[in-house]
């Protein structure tokens, strides 16, 4: 039964990664899934080395909600302000900073991450069940500008899901609408 139902897997992820392929061809939508190393360029070069490698500034502290709900946010500006309106301010990135914030605007930060619709995922879910970002995103600390770590694709999900100390759910509906 299990054998079977590994065998399913297999097949079903061999044929679900033909087509997410000839989709991501046919639409050129190749930041969608398989999609390891991805690094786009942001409006600011905000670097994860220096404020969680070298100031250690804990992942939580600006990705607050990733431990209750689905989505990890990215902060907003007023986290960044809470130093830099003291730290820093001659820096012309500073002050793009500081002028978003005062006209109460944004930074439009290029999603790095970005799953098919038809995937759920949830962060809490994982980080309840003991997962740490590393577990999935690598050593983001140590990353000047962030990019994917990990390939995103079923295989990837289903292979930690079927690992014994995890427990965690292997059937379609989990995962797909
Ligand atoms: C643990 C999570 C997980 C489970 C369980 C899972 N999938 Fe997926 N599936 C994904 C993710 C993530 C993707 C998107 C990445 C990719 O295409 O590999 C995906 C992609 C697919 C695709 C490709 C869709 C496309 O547009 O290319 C198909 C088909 C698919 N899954 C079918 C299934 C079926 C059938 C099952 C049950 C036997 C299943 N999946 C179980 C996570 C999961
Ligand atoms: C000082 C605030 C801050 C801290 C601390 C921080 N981040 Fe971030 N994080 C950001 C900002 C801002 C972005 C969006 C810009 C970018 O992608 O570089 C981001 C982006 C990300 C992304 C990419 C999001 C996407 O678009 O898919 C990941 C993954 C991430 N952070 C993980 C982490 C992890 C893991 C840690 C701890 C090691 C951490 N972050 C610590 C502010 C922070
Ligand atoms: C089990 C794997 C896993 C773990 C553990 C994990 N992430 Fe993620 N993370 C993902 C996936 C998959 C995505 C893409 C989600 C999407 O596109 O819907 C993502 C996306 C993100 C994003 C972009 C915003 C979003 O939610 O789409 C940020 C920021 C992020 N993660 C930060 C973190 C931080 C910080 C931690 C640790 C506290 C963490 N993640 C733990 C898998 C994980
Ligand atoms: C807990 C304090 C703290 C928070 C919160 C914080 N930073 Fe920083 N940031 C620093 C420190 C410290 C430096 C290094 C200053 C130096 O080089 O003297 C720095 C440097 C920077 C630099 C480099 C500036 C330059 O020209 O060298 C940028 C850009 C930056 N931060 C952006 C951000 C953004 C965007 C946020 C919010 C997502 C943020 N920071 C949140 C403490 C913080
Ligand atoms: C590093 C291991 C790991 C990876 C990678 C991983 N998961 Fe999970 N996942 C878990 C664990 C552990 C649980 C929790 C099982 C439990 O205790 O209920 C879980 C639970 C879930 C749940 C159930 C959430 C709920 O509300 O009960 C969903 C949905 C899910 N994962 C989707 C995904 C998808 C989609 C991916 C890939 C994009 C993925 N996971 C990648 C380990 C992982």
Known sequence: MAKKLVGALVVLGLLGGLSAFVYALTTNKLEIGYNKGYMPDQPIPFSHELHSGKYKINCQYCHSNVAVSRHSSVPSLNVCMNC????????????????????????????????????????????QAGKQCTDCHGQVEKMPVVYQHSSLSMGWCVNCHRQPENNAPVNCGTCHY
């Open 84 to 127: 830099h309106s003291v730290v820093k301010v001659g820096s012309p990135w500073i002050q793009k900073i500081t002028e978003a914030y005062q006209n109460d605007t944004s930074i439009a930060w290029e999603k790095v991450h970005l799953l098919p619709d038809h995937v759920k995922f949830n962060h809490s879910a994982h980080i």
